[in-house]
């Protein structure tokens, strides 16, 4: 099969969907574990493994190209197979409900594509306000660097902030608990005997991830205030 024959198979673009699907849930994982710091009352640690990622230079620079045209193709063949579904099957289900073992049909499945476009507006907006927002310098180790808890507490200050990161983090959760078990599927890893245990691991990595993102501005609002 050509790459272009792939590009153009149900089965093709739902494997694309998939790896550049679960790359992004991975780095979800990562981002979370390195993001558990800023609940710490010192702000060094956080700072610290911040400054160390922005040091990774060339190779960090690379990750987010990887990430950013994964981006894209998870978007483009997103909409490409909704389109293609809507045209098969013009006339919406009366009842969204599964229909068995191995169908997800429910409220997560039909608000993919919405809660997706949500979610790289959210994108957007978050690297805005961290990556490229409020900068404040700080000294560790007799070093200058920059003090981004300062910028994550003084942004969660804000009761409106909290809450908008609050609802997207729930996005978040509907999008990963649907999209990594309908990933596993595609990735065809789910044998009969398995697919109740990966449709679960997949449910409790979206709802671990969504809670604990949802935890940290609700922590630091009510513990942080302005730092
Ligand atoms: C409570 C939730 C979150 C917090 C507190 C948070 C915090 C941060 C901070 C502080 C940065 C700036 C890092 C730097 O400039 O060194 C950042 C960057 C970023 N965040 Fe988040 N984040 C959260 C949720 C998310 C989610 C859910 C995603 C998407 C899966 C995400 C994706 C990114 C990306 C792609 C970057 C840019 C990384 C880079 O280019 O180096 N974040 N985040």
Redesign the pocket.
């Known amino acids: 099969m050509q790459i272009s024959q792939i590009f153009r198979s149900s089965i093709g673009k739902k494997l694309l969907l998939a790896i550049t699907g679960l790359s ?2 991975g ?2 994982v990562g ?2 574990i390195g ?1 558990t710091t ?1 609940l710490l009352k010192d702000p060094t640690p ?1 700072n610290k493994y ?1 400054h160390f ?2 040091g990774l230079g060339g190779a ?1 620079i690379l ?2 190209l990887i ?1 950013a045209a994964s981006l894209l193709v998870h978007l483009f063949f997103a909409i490409k197979v909704t389109l293609e579904n809507r045209k098969a099957r013009p006339v919406k289900y009366a009842v969204s409900k599964s229909a068995g073992r191995e169908s997800k049909k429910g409220f997560a499945t039909s608000t993919m594509i919405y809660t997706g476009i949500l ?1 790289i507006i ?2 957007v907006l ?2 805005t ?5 409020a900068v404040y310098m700080t000294t560790v180790d007799g070093n200058q660097i ?1 003090d ?1 808890y300062k ?2 507490y003084e942004f ?1 200050a804000d009761p409106i902030n909290t809450a908008y ?1 609050v609802i ?2 729930i996005l ?1 959760g509907t999008h990963l608990s649907h999209g990594v078990w309908s990933a596993f599927q595609s990735l065809g890893l789910n044998g009969n005997r398995f697919t109740p245990f990966i449709y679960k691991v997949g449910f409790l990595v979206a709802v671990i ?1 969504s809670v ?3 935890a ?2 609700i922590y ?1 609002h009510f513990t942080g205030g302005a730092v």
């Open positions: 992004w849930a780095f979800a981002h979370f993001n800023l956080f911040a990622l922005s960090l990750v987010e990430l979610l959210f994108l978050h690297i306000h961290f990556k490229f927002g920059r981004l910028t994550v969660y990161y997207m983090m978040l991830v604990g993102f949802i940290i501005p630091i």
